[in-house]
């Protein structure tokens, strides 16, 4: 159950700490004293329990080890040269001139928002209100921008399965039941569409040019393609900003496309994701791979709703194969039965294939970069990514849920929702833009409340 999901992240939010006003510490080195005794097992060897728990532990939970610091991000970091002499009045004279935001206009603004956070870092100061005040902005307008200049490719029907349930869904899905590598997906129910037929929530879009040029350029925006939320230390603020910045385009897409209130839809995860020809995927997740199995994202989490993919480099250029393909049941009538001549003519692998695809219909798309996938997560839109055949290729997943967020995530926040700019502004520095070492640990909790936060941080106040 999503509620449920999200009420359990809140839990844990329990355990942030508070600290001072603009370098606010989630730190985490301790955790609360007399409850972690010791003990000593069969064999004499000590061990640490939780007096309340009784959670068990062979080392001393109250240490928090911290991680040796990673070199490649530092070099990124290094990268980033602090801005010196930077005209300190540039933010508000842009949020102030009433000038329309154009692309040249909105431009301007993202990197004086940029100079600004590096000001404030540098001179250890608190991030000024007039950062969220233009961010909010320069979201509008990108918005606007990305209306302007796209038109909706492909809006195909959805193939919601007629059948619905998990014993069921094997029998509408034929294909992802009988292939073995499945067997063991947590399978859900499928969302229905209202009144059981298709609707505008199954649609699919692809956008060629979501993002601009520049936009997705690792040269101006280092280490964007390994972005994680939760390694954002020695990354440039600039890349951190352009990411979210990115993801928030998204968010407000898919409130655009699928007449969604705003604030009603949050991100889950949003990661960048490195494929590399030849290797292996490890586990699930976001790890190194070549391929991704077909899925549907809402079964892989349930509290995934929206999913969209935004691809950072080119096919036919930075890599081969590697195709992402929508995956549905095709019409009857409209695929080839073979003859049973023409099925002994084929190889073991060759058969494997065929029976894969049979059936189906397969859509696909080469990704380009800059363009963009946004499509409901759910048993309409099962999809998969095809093996590489050579290079790296760079994509962003995201995932959105449109379950609320429990008041009491809030309430267990030791700052919770905010409610001024200057309390935005200071979020925005905690959360995501002064953290540049942190324990594990001390990142989960972090990311929680950043993705919990996102539509305080993102749209201004009055629209809560
Ligand atoms: O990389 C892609 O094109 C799709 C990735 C995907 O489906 C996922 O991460 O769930
Ligand atoms: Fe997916």
New binding site residues.
Partial sequence: MPHKLLATLAISHAFLTTGPHHRRKLALNVIETDEWLTAQDAEGRTYYYHAVTMETSWTDPRIVVEEPAKPERQQLHALHVLPSNVDKDALSQILHSGDAMDEAKTEQAFWAVVNEVDRAEAHDEPLSADVPRMLHRIFDADLQHLLTREQIRTNLTCMQPALTGAANAGNSMGYIMDDYAHKDLPLKEGRACEGGTCCEACSRNIFPSFMLPGECSPDIFPGLNQFTFNEVEGLPSASILQFIRLIERVRRTMAHEYGLDLKTILPLQAYA?K?VAGTTQQGG??GEGDY?IL?T?EA?HSGYHY?S?L?LNDQGVDFTG?D?IFNDKAKEGTYHIPTSEELEMLTMEEELERGRKFGRELTP?H?SRGAA?IFSSGWENM???YALESGT?Y?V?S?FTTCPVPEQAYQQMHVGKPSSDEQIADDWLHLLLAHRAESPVESVGRVKELLMKWHYMCTPLDQH
Avoid: I, K, L, W
């Fill in positions: 994701r494929y997740g976001g991704v899925h994202d892989t999913s993919v691809y590697g992402f798309f990704p996938v999809h998969e990514v290729r994509a997943p995932f």
